[in-house]
């Protein structure tokens, strides 16, 4: 009896997904959709707002990364002024984005999929959460914890606020590090460091008992992109975009961020609200690419000068998942060793002799009428594009968001796995929970990627081979 | 004495409020005493349980979706919190409302700014269907508690959950406690 199967709503991921596996008549998966369900149109109202509101509206697209909203709002902004920032209030944003990076990583394995590795893709849904990883393994869950705090103080310290704070502007940042403030943050590095280093050994220890899941779990070549810095290295807030190939030849590089529209194309398709970025070169759907943490790993040359633990785990992150990684478990993999390098990176910003200077933003007015800011955001490049008219008020707003470029790729990953795992109407719960775990391997920000958040994660709805709703299966 | 029933759920927001409830951080583990997360994002049930006490709603209502899932909150707890600022008077994502013609919103994003396919979504799973306005959520369900913010901080939230647990229902006072932004 054919039937399509809607995992509805895709849970512990950040926003709504929706999953839709479409069976034949013998029961074998025709084909898997992942879909999101929510709009909200930030592009269209942002227009007729002052240039200067829009680091503070763009945030509230995600209050998982709205660091990354304010980067890319203020560099546009920076751009329109035509200024040249305080080499101290870059740095300070180059630290409130590491810290970032760091807590939004740290959500993701400890809060979101550490308990799929600590019960199994199998267990009960019932204590698969954090609220049962704090019950089965307590010092784990506190070590996961406290480490996302570090990076919501480093935020917090700097901006006033954990999330949403109103800090980042166009010229800089409104206020310094304190001396206070920088002793806190150094204080609380050793620890830090130390619960990456954990995670990682846990996570590298059970490489061998998921080794099929690593197999098929969005396996699959692919284009990367992500920005670099001067001489390649691992780059998160400035540097020029480039993309390598599946197997790490660069195929483009040194890409202006201002001319995104040469190699970024965006596709609709029918049945969802994200778009679907590819690399225009190649046209679609041939111009796949994938951002992120498994992305910037692959297209950096080197993690960059002062982060020796992150160098050594980077190179062998190399040697196990095959040079250039194309397996989208090793997702969760590259952001720990992202973690580490912030937390490095961040160690040695507080030990420059610079870092309280308080002269930390220039002042200008509206030089330029359009501009394009970049920065990458935990899960991926981030684009924002403003036109303004000559008294800052913004005429046009494009968005290209982290998530929505791996939109390809999920569903991709969706279809490899419900095709390997699913035969046959009965469908045992373990495996609806692994093309969910395939979705989290991306720690996909959904209400980033429609610039929307909506209904409930991941619910299960048959269709029939001929498009009919037969059953609804739902779980919990 | 069993634990309270706490359940939380997002729907027109951004998930801010979500994670200011995480930066409770090691509070959690208190919590974890005294209540237990019977639904929301970060567990893995699919179904709103009937015996909810209290329930964390984030967002304002945007689309069909929000207002079926706010009505079935609503019928299914005991206490129901408006939590965060977009429950609580609609924020950010109200400004879609003074656009005239809705259909433009959706027409910059899928016809103007794509290069491939361009065309509304609409298929038969993808997207619900948009309110004409975004409203807090107060229009649509009677709210037991709002709590400002946006988002609230971890601070506001544990003062907020500590008098539920302790069955009393005083408002919050002071500009610490309410206010929004
Ligand atoms: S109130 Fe603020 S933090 Fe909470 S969901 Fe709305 S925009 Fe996000």
Not at chain 1, 96 to 109: K, R, W
Not at chain 1, 190 to 205: D, H, P, Q, R, Y
Not at chain 1, 246 to 265: E, R, T
Not at chain 1, 300 to 308: L, M, N, Q, R
């Amino acid at each position: 009896m054919p039937k399509t199967i809607t995992i509805d709503p895709v849970t512990r991921v950040e926003g709504h997904g929706k999953v839709t596996i479409r069976l034949n008549d013998d029961g074998s998966v025709d084909q898997a959709r992942f879909h999101v369900a929510e709009f909200r149109g930030f592009e269209r109202f942002c227009e007729g707002r002052p240039l200067e509101e829009m680091a503070g509206i763009t945030a509230r697209i995600c209050g998982i990364c709205p660091v990354s909203h304010l980067m890319a709002s203020a560099k546009t902004g920076d751009a329109i002024y035509a200024v040249k920032i305080p080499p101290t209030g870059e740095k300070l944003r180059r630290v409130m984005n590491l810290g970032q990076i760091i807590q939004s990583h740290a959500l993701s394995f400890f809060h979101l999929s550490s308990p799929d590795f600590v019960f199994g893709l199998d267990s009960d849904p019932k204590d698969r959460n954090i609220f049962g990883v704090m019950k089965a393994d307590p010092d784990l869950a506190r070590k996961g914890i406290r480490l996302r705090q570090f990076g919501q103080r480093v935020i917090e310290i700097l901006g006033g606020k954990k999330i949403h704070p109103a800090w980042v502007a166009p010229g800089g940042v409104r206020t310094p590090l304190t001396e206070e403030g920088r002793q806190e943050i150094i204080s609380r590095v050793a620890e830090s460091k130390e619960t990456t280093l954990l995670a990682l050994s846990i996570f590298k220890g059970m490489l061998d008992q998921y080794k099929d899941e690593v197999e098929v779990f969005g396996n699959f070549p692919s284009l990367f992109m992500s920005l670099v810095g001067e001489d390649g290295e691992w780059e998160h807030y400035g540097g020029s975009v480039r993309f390598v190939d599946s197997q790490g030849n660069i195929v483009a590089d040194k890409l202006d961020p201002m001319n995104y529209k040469q190699y970024v194309g965006e596709a609709v398709e029918a049945d969802s609200y994200l778009k679907f970025p590819y690399y225009m070169p190649l046209g679609y759907p041939d111009g796949i690419y994938r951002v992120g943490p498994l992305a910037r790993l692959n297209t950096c040359s080197h993690i960059g000068e002062g982060a020796p633990l992150a160098a050594a785990e980077l190179m062998e992150f190399r040697q196990r998942g095959g040079g250039t990684v194309n397996m989208s478990l090793y997702y969760h993999y590259a952001r720990l060793i992202e973690i580490l390098a912030g937390v490095e990176f961040i160690e040695r910003y507080m030990d420059d002799p610079h870092i309280t200077d308080t002269r930390v933003r220039s002042i200008a007015g509206i030089n330029q009428l359009e501009a394009v800011g970049v920065s990458e955001a935990p899960r991926g490049t981030l684009f924002h594009h403003y036109a303004v008219d000559a008294d800052g008020m913004i005429t046009k707003v494009n968005l290209i968001i982290a998530t929505g470029q791996n939109n390809l790729a999920i569903n991709n990953t969706v279809d490899q796995i419900a095709k390997h795992y699913i035969k046959g109407p009965e469908i045992p719960e373990g495996m609806l929970n692994r093309v969910e775990a395939g979705v989290r391997a991306y720690d996909p920000c959904l209400s980033c990627s429609t610039h929307a958040a909506g209904q409930m994660p991941l619910k299960v709805t048959l269709i029939g081979a001929d498009g009919s709703i037969l059953d609804e299966v739902t779980r919990g | 004495m069993d634990k309270i029933k706490l359940a939380t759920i997002w729907l027109g927001g951004c998930s801010g409020c979500h994670m200011s409830f995480l930066d409770l951080d090691e509070w959690l583990f208190n919590l974890a005493e005294v209540a237990e997360m019977v639904y929301g994002p970060v567990v893995d049930a699919k179904e709103i349980p009937d015996d909810v006490d209290v329930f964390l709603v984030e967002g304002s209502l945007a689309n069909v979706e929000n207002l079926e899932m706010v009505r079935e909150a609503r019928r299914k707890s005991k206490f129901l919190i408006a939590f965060g600022d977009c429950a609580v008077t609609g924020n950010v994502p109200t400004m879609r409302n003074r656009i005239a013609k809705q259909s433009t919103v959706l027409e910059r994003s899928y016809i103007e700014t794509a290069d491939v396919q361009a065309q509304i979504p609409g298929g038969m799973h993808t997207a619900p269907q948009l309110l004409s306005k975004v409203v807090p959520i107060h229009e649509a369900v009677k709210v037991d508690m709002h709590l400002p913010g946006c988002p609230p901080s971890a601070a506001r939230i544990k003062a907020a959950i500590e008098e539920l647990m302790a069955h009393h229902y005083e408002p919050l006072t002071g500009e610490k406690m309410i206010k929004f932004g």
